[in-house]
């Protein structure tokens, strides 16, 4: 199993928690303020009603009726007012609460080491940012207001049961065992329960997505029966889950509900009971019986917001997690010398105890072309990583200007040297902010428009209906392979990096579109030093130096020609290439 | 209750939203009989409690008769026992109607999609179909889940109405007619509540696809150092959700608060109008005390109508989007009558572009416009998106067979083939026959297996995502040469990989296909190379043949593509 990212435990999520609502203390203050004082005014009605059912029985006139019901109106519109106050500042409380959390989360999650995230899968990454995001938005947003507005309604609406007579008392503590023991039972399950069920959810979409966007190779291959099963399986799953927590709350709806039935049953025989023997009123006993059912509905949100509640913090823990994740730069404040880049006997390895790359030493002159070739999975795109400071080395160093490059703040190092790999990714936004991703603070449209018109891209670009506000990425516009090469080409003209390692940057590309690029490419690495991974010959072919990596090291080193003439395993790859025998 | 899911969703009736809903509805008659049943069971129990407490107080405790008390305290435990048995089975219908409607949705649209298999992404947008899993089955669901509450509600709210207008008629016609009134009041605030919640969803939606962006984009931002930048695009796209928020709130506490005024003045309204019923002895104290009651329990039945109808709504929306893609036909349909087929190990020929392939060889496939070798391909293979009687195995046109036997004897595997989740061997192995590790090695593609710690047990994630894209093209390789089939066409399935291991790919494909009819599109000269014959076409006519030394010999157009000597960049 891969090393999933590390989970905050349980006091750091209470503290952390704790910390958020001391941040906003007249928020906070006034939410929970006004709540208790809207719950008070609601107690009004009860008492008022049980004094004029007492009255009636004991002959009353038409004045006292118009007497209550105007006071009745006056604390129904009170009670009215104050709620509207005080659910808006929660509600406010809740969304600012939030925003905060998920920005620090945001901000943790892009410091990550990228090898913590490879080595834990972005399964378990993308888990957090959209379904533990999701969770906590609905908890913060929705759950935890609704549970503190139930707990204040609870204990003041129990506090007016209880000023009418202690007495009330007795018949509430029937509730206690139930309820007590059917929220054991019930919350020891149900978080699992519910986890397991909303995965089986993401599957069943996950299978579609697949089958739907694979729709060609399923009929190519023959893969229908395979998909339909798939499917089919998935709902199985699905059901299994959803039958599950359906048992569960099977058991646990009815305990509830017989927990809130046994108090009022009780208070009204118990009730009944002490007026004939004349210790309470008729008044008395029909406000305690009013007020103890007025407590099933905030006891009943109480509890069924309690799971959510459960699930909240589990998915907060997730999210604090990540900034446990030690970081693997140490800023020690030099500045490099100048632009040479070297490596001295570096080592690496993703997994302890076997190293990728064993003892490379590179020195890269300023604006030299170095091409690096070698079979997949000898190490090129490591060194290649290395080269460009996203992995610390385990030996040996890696420095531009005599500092190491994980010494320099990641804002500083992107000057020096950047990274180009196979994956375009187009982040979800309008292709401004796409670009601006890479530019320099205070860089406009100027700017950007230039860097694109530099790879070749300006031309399609304005002839987008939006041009640069098009929207684009993941379910927006879709980029050819071509044109998200371009835009990643552009981000790397605004960078402006003095050395470019580019990782088989024009891999994925379709060859049909290859030689277009070829031509932004030359704009890009102009005047730069450049390091290319590439598996396209000619292009290395061009470059001042050739090094030919194998099982971790530099076999062969040298320019075109001397390696062409030295008969080593390039030239006998470029001969087959150029139909001379293989 | 049934098992699920259903072994065959059935046929469904596409013609519109309506007819879709009513043929799923029929589908499932018993379980949503049984839900409402128990919703008018639930809700009928709930709406006579405050009677049960009115006589409770009146017969109980007021006439200091204990026999009573205890009597009606005993009605009032039977009533909420009910309440509570019957709503539990209530809720089990409603989640197994929700689930049966939600499943037969996604089997459906499984099984269509298969159906039109590549005609699919040519006629709807694949992210259509892909948010029928993600949003409507639920909206379909939910519309047979709230049948059961729907139910419920509407016969509780008449029998309250009998109680009511049997005890007095004035506070029964003030209840029964102020109720709807007020709802309806409520319905001016629902509107912009809707307007600025979808307002603000929409902008959670674009939030969150920024956060997961993070996840495949961080090595991007990483490589160049744009964390920064993103973060404070983040920040900024967080505040505006958090505005948006703050805006819903503003009507949402109003509605809150709206729902604590409503009923409070019926509650007010009942005392004012009954008390002095009650003063002059018409009606009892406890009946004042079950009107109290009744004025709050109104609210629920009428706030699950409105659900009912925002639900139903929102069903046919979806229903809609599901008919849509259950209409469309594929572009390739079996042919009325039958041809005979051709014997195994005939030649493939397409009068279009005159290309030849012969049975059993090796051909390579050039064009001067790359664009023109996959579209070729696609023709092949009876894939593309118009059909004509053009391509002939054996003499026989491809349109005269039956699809399926089209599909077994020629497979294409274009660049945008997909790997699918699952366990890797499985993916590979598509046919069920075996031969994975060879067709592994041939595709040079052992290397991946070594580094993976469970093998071909491998769970495959999403899209293969895990794999680099020269590790996915040469499982998709893989597992082409695992089907096996007569004719195999591949189109530029080396583009991605380095030349090393192109050149184990070319030396190894030949002999691995031995004796069965292999085309390739490609310009790798290590591939072209070891093809028995290759053909390069220029606007879509094949026009010249031979070797790949052959051609580079006598062909200036085919010397320029493959070399590609003319532009070498700076």
Redesign the interface.
Known sequence: MSPALPVADGPSVRRYALELARRHPRLLGSAVGLHVL?AAA?LA?PRL?GG??EA??EG???AH?DR??PL??LF??I???L???A??RS??L???V??EL??DF??H????P?GT?EAA???D??TR??RD??QL?WTT?WALPEWTIAVVSAVLIFAAALSVGWWVALPCLLAVPPLAVGLRWYLARAKDGYLRESASYSQ?????????????????????R???D???T???D??DA??YT?RL??AF??AM??SY?LP??GT??F???L??RGQVT?GE??AA??YV?MLIDPVERLVAILDELQMGAASLSRLLGVALVPDDREVSGAQPLDEKLEARDVRFSYVEGRDVLHGVDLDVGVGERIAM?????AGKSTLGRLL?G?HPPRTGSVTVGDVGLVELP??D???HV????????V???TLR?NL????PPGAGDVEIRAALDAVDALEWVDALPDGLDTMV???RRALTAAQAQQV?LA??VL?DPHTLVLD?AT??????AA?HL??S??AV??GRTVIAIA?????A??ADRVAVVEDGVITEFGSHDELVAAGGSYAA?WD????RG? | MRSLPLDHPGVADHRGPGRFLWWMARGQWQTLLGGMIFGILTMSAQAVMPAVLGRAIDRGVAARDTRQLVLWAGVMLGVGLVYAVAGIMRHRFAVTNWLIAAYRTVQLVTRQAVHLGGTLPRKVSTGEVVSIGSSDISHLGQVMDISARFAGAVVSFLLVSVILLSTSVTLGVVVLCGVPVLMLLVGPLLRPLQARSAHQRQLMGELASTAADIVGGLRVLRGIGGEQVFLARYRRESQTTRQAGVQVAKVQSLLDALQVLLPGTFVVLVVWLGAPSAVAGEITAGELVAFYGYSAFLMIPLRTVTEFANKLIRARVSARRVCRVLSLTPDVTDPETLLPSPPPGSDLYDARSGLLVRAGRLLAVVSDSPDESAHLADRLGLAGEEVDDDVTLGGVPLTGLARAEVRSRIVVSDTGAQLFSGPLGERLDVGGRGGVDLALFTASADDILEALPEGLDTAVTEKGRTFSGGQRQRLVLARALTSDPEVLVLVEPTSAVDAHTEARIAARLREHRGGRTTVVTTMSPLLLDTADEVAYLEDGRVVATGTHAELLESCPGYRAVVTRDAEVPA
């Open positions: 809207a609601s009605a009603l004029l059912v009636v029985e009353t006139t038409l009726v209550i019901a009745l109106a129904l519109l009670q009215t007012v709620t509207r106050y659910r808006y509600q406010v809740g969304e600012q939030l925003a998920r920005e945001v901000a999650t892009l410091d990550l990228v995230v899968g972005s399964g990454l993308l940012t959209s995001v999701e938005s947003r069943i979409n996950a299978t579609l997505a697949d089958t739907v966007e694979g729709a060609r190779t399923v009929e190519a291959l023959g893969l229908g395979q998909r339909i798939a499917a089919d998935d709902c199985a699905s059901y959803e039958r359906l709350r099977t709806f009815p509900e017989v039935l009022m049953v009204l025989l009730g009944g009971w007026y004939t008729l006993v029909t019986t009013l059912q070739v070698g079979p997949s999975g460009a996203i990641l804002g190092l992107r000057g950047a990274l180009v790999t196979q994956e375009h990714h982040f979800v936004g902010e601006a991703l890479a530019a990425g993941s379910g990643a981000r790397l960078a088989e891999s994925l590309i379709d060859p049909r030689r070829e031509r490419l030359a690495l102009h598996h396209r010959l000619f292009s072919h061009d790859l087959s290439w150029h139909g293989s």
